[in-house]
């Protein structure tokens, strides 16, 4: 079974926007991707990739719009593909990146961007262009090459729309060149949000995030400009057919000392028994550090072993509960909980709600007390 991680409902409710704005009933889009209709009323929730990406593609076909009614004006479908097609027979990144965002400037109401080069530091000049404007030094060597949003984003009340923008840059930029590419930082001019899907960003660009900036960015070392294209429209295809997963679910590289706990962490529950997750000392043996340093790489991550393994079995059990087969009593023993009680406090705990609720709302049930409450207000 899968254990990915899972994303908070902040997102869902957020990508519901467009359909309140363009009058459609989001339940029925809810029930097509599985989720629990009231679970957007608890800040806590959280659904699994796969109900994230369902929901996605319910609202694309509901609104007929890349932008999911979220954007100023609709992008008709087929748009984003052609992008793709234009920037495919590029030399390099720099090149494709260029070619994408004058492609997206000839539409009036379409994203704008813009893509700069900053020397390194103590380099004199700056090379930088407009509207995809790569700038004479683009393919350099050294400094940064930093994406910028454009937009007036003064209607996206959720800052979906600003984090999706970087993120399909970002994700773009490393399936054309076949390797990912780090980002160096993001920044965003809104302010840090107050709800707990504030971490939700990190996880989203394993890099630093910066709030309150004078513009929304992300920042990659200039050299990545240079990266030949070895995309082609066959391989475009498999990307347009796992799309929008391929490009908005968040993947685990092993670069954090997080991902890699995670990583020793996750197969321990993938067994048809009861789970043992390993220990700190164990893991830290498997890492090749020694506990203490485990710890202390940790919480300069701003997070601890418990938490990690606490949030390990909460997706693990929002997946299994999800997908409606597993009984409730075995799932609790396959997660290592002594009790059924346990487990049951442990849920409400991370989502709100109890495992049995979780499941029967999955089902379909309360669709009409969650319409009789408002919706997702």
Request: with cysteine; net charge positive.
């Amino acid at each position: 079974m899968p254990n990915r991680r899972t994303i908070t409902v902040h997102h869902a409710r957020a990508v519901l926007r467009g359909t309140r704005r363009a009058g459609i009933d989001a339940v029925p889009l809810l029930q097509q991707a599985g989720i629990p209709p009231l679970l957007l009323r608890d800040d806590r929730a959280r659904i699994t990739p796969e109900q994230f990406t369902g929901l996605i593609r319910a609202v694309y076909t509901a609104t007929g719009d890349e932008f999911l009614g979220l954007g100023a004006a609709p992008s008709r479908p087929g748009t984003f593909a052609m992008m793709c097609c234009a920037s495919l027979g590029c030399p390099d990144l720099g090149a494709a990146t260029e070619r994408a965002f004058r492609f997206y400037g000839l539409f009036p109401c379409g994203p704008r961007f813009s893509l700069e080069r900053h020397a390194p530091a103590g380099e004199a000049g700056t090379g930088r262009g407009e509207a995809g404007g790569v700038g004479g030094e683009a393919a350099g060597v050294g400094g940064e090459a930093v994406c910028v949003v454009r937009n007036d984003l003064s209607h996206d009340e959720d800052r979906f729309v600003a984090q999706c923008l970087l993120v399909v840059w970002h994700r773009l930029s490393s399936w054309l060149v076949g390797r990912r590419i780090p980002l160096l930082r993001a920044e965003f001019a809104h302010p840090a949000p107050a709800g707990p899907h504030r971490a939700e960003y990190d996880l989203l660009f394993g890099c630093p995030v910066r709030f309150r900036a004078e513009r929304t960015a992300a920042a990659v070392d200039a050299r990545w400009l240079a990266a030949p294209v070895v995309q082609d429209e066959s391989s475009l295809r498999e990307l347009l057919r796992r799309a929008p997963a391929a490009l908005l679910s968040r993947h685990d590289y092993g670069t954090t000392v997080t991902e890699q706990v995670r990583r020793v962490l996750v197969p321990a529950l993938r067994g048809g028994g009861p789970a043992r997750l390993p220990e700190a000392a164990e893991v830290a043996a498997r890492l090749a550090v020694s506990p203490s340093t485990l710890r202390r790489r940790l919480h300069q991550e701003a997070t601890s072993f418990q938490q990690l393994k606490d949030l390990v079995r909460r997706d693990a059990a929002i997946a299994a509960l999800a997908s409606g087969r597993e009984p409730i009593a075995e799932l609790a023993a396959r997660l290592g909980f002594s009790e059924d009680t346990a487990f049951h406090r442990a849920f409400r705990r991370w989502t709100g709600t109890t495992p049995g609720a979780y499941r029967t709302a999955a089902g379909g049930e309360g669709a009409e007390t969650y319409r009789a409450a408002g919706g997702a207000e």
